[in-house]
């Protein structure tokens, strides 16, 4: 008011500075953001269900069925690679379960020093580069490995495109 008084938003917001002209408008510049009476900012939180989002290791690790997959990726040295801010990526991602569905030793025989090329070739055979969403997939649907092989995904008897 020029008085030199101080003003309080609500009682308890205060001002940092004012006046700051524009070409369209007034800015003053506050202390605090303000709510709106009545909001339960609490109750409004819980309902958003916030959750940090994962990267693709930190997401395997969580889910707790791709450990073998894991073990792979991180014998071949590619941990790394598939961590922010690395990507984006679509991994075709085997299970435990499936890996156990492989000939005794095969796993043994690829995680060696020696055979981590063909390991590695094998892993990349399972991630594609950019975001491949399964509404995208259609019948014949192509897409292009990190290895450089292309997957052809195909309608099963259920007219489901695996």
Do not use: W
Not at 24 to 42: A, F, M, Q, R
Request: hydrophobic content about 40%; glycine content about 10%; charged content about 25%.
């Amino acid at each position: 008011d020029g008085d030199g008084d101080v003003f309080k938003i609500n009682g308890d917001t205060g001002f940092l500075d004012n006046d700051e002209e524009a070409s369209n408008g007034v800015v003053h510049v506050i202390d605090s953001v303000l709510v709106p009476p009545g909001t339960d900012i609490e109750a409004f939180i819980e309902s958003c269900d916030i959750e940090e989002e994962l990267d693709l290791i930190d997401l395997a690790e969580e889910e707790g069925y791709f450990n073998t997959l894991l073990t792979g990726v991180e014998a071949a040295g590619l941990t790394d690679e598939f961590r922010e801010p690395n990507g984006p990526f679509t991994v075709l991602a085997p299970t435990d379960e499936a890996f156990s569905q492989l000939p005794d030793g095969l796993l043994e025989c690829l995680i060696r020093p020696e055979n981590m090329n063909v390991l590695t070739y094998v892993l990349e055979y399972h991630i594609a580069s950019g975001y491949v969403y399964s509404y995208d997939i259609f019948d014949g649907f192509t897409v292009t490995m990190l290895n450089g092989e292309e997957v052809t995904l195909v309608e099963d008897g259920d007219g489901d495109v695996f």
